[in-house]
């Protein structure tokens, strides 16, 4: 028996129903896969197969989409809906929060967004509400990703090295004084000594972690665990091999990056540019 329909025409099966939307919403923008690719800073072949329904990607992926299409909730809610069951990520990601807390060094690419640690509180507020937050419901969120920053203010901080991607800072804010505000704080994190930022410029082209945001986490007892999120899902990696593979590509992707001296020459010319914007 086919999947029973609404009056609307659309499909009620979760997964259907969310390759609609997507291909609905990308129809409607006029955006080819490519076009979409390089907007939102994911693999272009990722949105394909969304919308083909061979994955539903993860919920940054949606998360960043809602942004994109000026959809704040849409898309998320439809992910979480085809998902079947969200709280399996949750709880894989509150045991890597326990895990983060314990770190004494941390590695991190940014694919599309900046990590939280390195979040200003205006652009918490600005992603979290495109996600689909409200109300208290943001508030308390906002404050909860700001505590985290916490973790490097520490006396015992861990070391933390971020790789972005040149999409993150080509992404501003639609307040241009928050976003010069966020990229000030950038400039400001990156003068600690515990803290390394650097970029990845596009000219590079296609790299081991093009559409993988990923955070490496180095225990006290010598382990490294992985936070990977990828087109298919978020997953913690405990496995000593895997772990190993992902952090060669990491080696790899910052080979290619830009020096934290470069980095922090690129950062200050964005803000440059942003200062030289008025004000929405």
């Not at 505000?181 to 296609?206: A, F, Y």
């Amino acid at each position: 028996m086919p999947p029973r329909r609404a009056i609307t025409g659309r499909s009620q099966e979760p997964r259907q129903r969310f390759a609609e939307e997507l291909r609905s919403l990308r129809a409607k923008k006029g955006d080819s896969l490519r076009q979409l690719g390089d907007a939102v800073g994911w693999d272009w072949s990722l949105f394909g197969k969304m919308e083909n329904g061979q994955t539903i990607g993860s919920p940054e992926v949606s998360q960043a989409l809602d942004i994109y299409y000026g959809t704040p909730d849409l898309l998320l809610t439809l992910w979480e809906l085809a998902a079947g069951d969200p709280t399996q990520f949750k709880e894989r990601y509150r045991r890597y929060m326990a895990l983060e807390a314990e770190a004494v060094s941390m590695w991190h690419y940014a694919v599309s967004v900046l990590p939280g640690l390195l979040q200003t509180e205006g652009y918490a507020r600005d992603l979290l509400s495109a996600g689909g937050s409200s109300g208290e419901e943001l508030t308390r969120q906002v404050q909860a990703r700001i505590a985290r920053r916490e973790l490097l203010d520490d006396d015992n901080a861990p070391r933390f090295r971020t790789i972005l991607s040149e999409a993150v800072l080509r992404t501003p804010l639609e307040d241009a004084e928050e976003w010069r505000k966020q990229l000030e704080h950038l400039l400001t994190m990156g003068e600690r000594p515990n803290v390394m930022i650097q970029v990845v410029q596009q000219k590079v082209g296609l790299h081991a972690l093009t559409n993988t945001d990923t955070m490496f986490l180095r225990l006290p007892d010598g382990r490294t665990v992985a936070w990977v999120e990828s087109g298919y899902s978020g997953e913690l990696v405990e496995e000593t091999a895997a772990a190993e593979r992902l952090q060669l590509s990491y080696d790899l992707v910052r080979d290619l990056a830009m020096s934290p001296v470069e980095s922090r020459k690129f950062i200050r010319q964005m803000w440059e540019e942003a200062s030289c914007e008025p004000s929405t």
